[in-house]
Nanobody, 126 residues
């Protein structure tokens, strides 16, 4: 069992930065790929980024490449999402996720997720 708690969301102006954190509890954290999805009002939840168990492989949706950076610290059981150059279209609830097969998260989405966090709101004003 893994429980996930996100933090770091907020309201920022376009061009600003945020660092989201996701703290995990449970002994099996390092067994899982970790990542982030987001859901804007009226839209489906979409894949943002994922990182494999060791941190050696990362995957991003095209719209965030070059602006978002995912990382993890297995000793602290925490995964991070550094978000730079925020745009209004990044406004969404950001959900931390744990699962397997990180390479498939973009195409298969939530079907690959074993655990979800409760979400943290990111609002970007123009």
């Amino acid at each position: 069992q893994v429980q996930l708690v996100e933090s770091g969301g907020g309201s920022v102006q376009a061009g600003g930065s945020l660092r989201l954190s996701c703290a995990a509890s449970g002994r099996t954290f390092s067994n899982y790929a970790m990542g982030w999805f987001r859901q804007a009002p009226g839209k489906e939840r979409e894949f943002v980024a994922t990182i494999n168990w060791s941190g050696g492989s990362t995957y991003y949706v095209d719209s965030v490449k070059g602006r978002f950076t995912i990382s993890r610290d297995n000793a602290k059981k925490t995964v991070y999402l550094q978000i730079n150059n925020l745009k209004p279209e990044d406004t969404a609830v950001y959900y931390c996720a744990a699962g397997l097969s990180p390479r498939d998260w973009e195409t298969e989405g939530p079907r690959k997720i074993a655990y979800w966090g409760q979400g943290t709101q990111v609002t970007v004003s123009s």
